[in-house]
């Protein structure tokens, strides 16, 4: 009579643990709350008090909200915020479809030169943000050693103030920008064109559709969902645009391309207001907030219609 296996009172609970993922998910767990979760609760706890980087001590209050509501810089900081970011989107996505389809049209042909294009823009998106910000600051000189300003030289236009002038430097900025995201969007765009059904382009075709019909009638609406996803994502990206912005002006002239995330860390660590400095980031964190949910439920739809 073969002898029955004897298990321990834990044997049962340490096999069901044993499969199960939570030994595995728990670590993680673990530093996604201390490297997320933790510095979020202290940054809306710092925005509820007058903290400040050179004082020692600190109270709760509203003032925080009060004093960033009602500061003169308040409207201009979310005027070239709205202004940065819109143009921004703008020109970045149609420039990236534009690019993506000019690129997808040279695969369909055959042209070599596709993959260059393809090489060239990667390249751009690969560049860290404040190299970005060095290499324009470089083209935006003002003397002849700056290559824009040398090159409208040759066609008999003076000098322009790309960065010391408020009016030039908020769109010398943008410009910067759009070509620094361009290729995020291009990319983008690009595998979605790689998704669309041939059955389909061909049938237009074969109905009479010309080019433009073909565009705007067939591929923007197989397309809408990839288009609406990275204007959510470049919107996201654009809105926290951070490091480009330091390295090229700084927020100057005067304020003048001071965004938010720039914002931020002047008023922390530039003028050491560490109570105002966390409101302005509590609300950057709204607007990311926003945002996010409406990508999370718009992958969510796209994933029922699958």
Known sequence: MTAAKTRGPGGSWLESLAGSPWPWLLPLAAILLVTFVFPIFEIVRLSLTDASLVGGGYEYTLGSYGSLLTSPYFTDMLTATAVFVFFSVLFQMLLGFLIALAVDQGARRGM?????????????????????????????????????????????????????????????????????????????????????????????????????????????????????????????ETFNTFDMVLALTGGGPGRATEVVALSIYNQIFQQFDLGPGAATAVLLLAVNAVMTVVYIRLLQREGEVA
Do not use: H, K
């Not at 294009?117 to 560049?127: D, E, F, N, Y």
């Not at 300003?149 to 009016?167: I, K, R, T």
């Not at 041939?198 to 067939?218: C, I, K, Y």
């Open 112 to 236: 070599r030169a596709s993959i260059v294009t393809r090489t060239a823009v990667l390249s751009a998106w690969a560049i860290p943000g404040v190299i970005i910000g060095i290499i324009w600051s470089i083209l935006y000189q003002q003397s002849e050693a700056g290559v824009l300003n040398y090159l409208l030289g040759l066609a008999g236009v003076g000098p322009v103030p790309f960065l010391s002038d408020p009016e030039f430097a908020l769109a010398s900025v943008t410009l910067a920008n759009i070509w620094r995201g361009t290729a995020f969007s291009m990319i983008l765009i690009y595998a979605g064109l790689q998704t669309l059904p041939d059955d389909v382009l061909e049938a237009a075709r074969v109905d009479g559709a010309n080019a433009f019909q073909s565009l705007t009638r067939v591929v923007l609406p197989l397309l809408a969902p990839i288009l609406f996803i990275n204007l959510v994502i470049v919107s996201i």
